[in-house]
């Protein structure tokens, strides 16, 4: 068996099925979005969606044009993602399922709208990290539009800073999407950036650093 590079494949490689193309990129954040147009407001559930430059901040969420959300985010061109931790799961879930055209989906699923400071739409107090985003760019696509926006703000739950300042997201049960299913982070990581090429007095330093986190709590 030959690799595609015309290397000669090891006998014990792992067999491949090749598949049709799809979007098989997992997993992903489940963030719930919120929105706004006047007074109505809406939440809605984006797995599509991600960092795409630095300075300045920007993301994208992906919305299929025949959302209730996709025409609020299109009127005002703003929005808010809100990242969702395990004890959230079946709210964002019911977010992803049921239109916000005929029900409010804060009050159905008992979320708290916080006002932002940029931004109409609301903060879902309930997050632990919330991000004022503000659509630079639509671009269109068959299925989706892809809303690219500056995130002009970030609240972080002020419980997730430990004493020397360092936002500790390990601690927030951040959830997750993989192939249709929801999962929780894995609490404990395993390594850091960079980690790879660490020199061991660096990894000696941060050692005594995790060491002296964990007496403290």
């Known amino acids: 068996m030959n690799s595609g590079s015309g290397v000669p ?7 491949k099925v ?10 992903v954040p489940a963030v719930l979005v919120s929105c706004a147009d006047g007074q109505i407001r809406n939440l809605i559930t984006i797995g599509w969606t991600g960092i795409v430059n630095s300075e300045p901040p920007m993301t994208y969420i992906s919305v299929r044009r025949s959302r209730y959300s996709h025409k609020l985010i299109e009127r005002s061109g703003e929005f808010v993602i809100n990242l969702t931790t395990e004890e959230m ?3 964002v879930d019911y977010c992803g399922v049921r239109s916000g055209k005929n029900e409010d989906k804060f009050k159905k699923c008992g979320f708290t709208p916080v006002a932002a400071d ?17 659509v630079r760019e639509v671009h269109e696509y068959p299925s989706h539009d892809m809303f690219v926006a500056e995130i002009v703000a970030v ?4 419980s997730l800073f430990d004493g020397n300042g360092r936002i500790r997201l390990d601690k927030a ?18 390594g850091r950036f960079g980690y790879s090429v660490m020199k061991p007095k660096t990894r000696k330093r941060l050692n005594r650093e995790r060491r002296g986190f964990r007496r403290k709590k």
């Open 89 to 91: 799961a079946k709210e």
């Open 173 to 190: 049960n951040m959830l997750a999407y993989n192939h249709g299913e929801y999962f929780g982070l894995k609490k404990v990581p395993l």
């Open 155 to 158: 609240h972080v739950d002020d």
């Open 118 to 134: 940029h931004v109409s739409a609301p903060l879902v107090a309930e997050s632990p990290v919330n991000l004022e985003c503000v």
């Open 18 to 27: 090749t598949l049709k193309p799809g979007t098989m990129l997992n997993p």
């Open 9 to 15: 494949g090891n006998e014990n490689e792992m067999a």
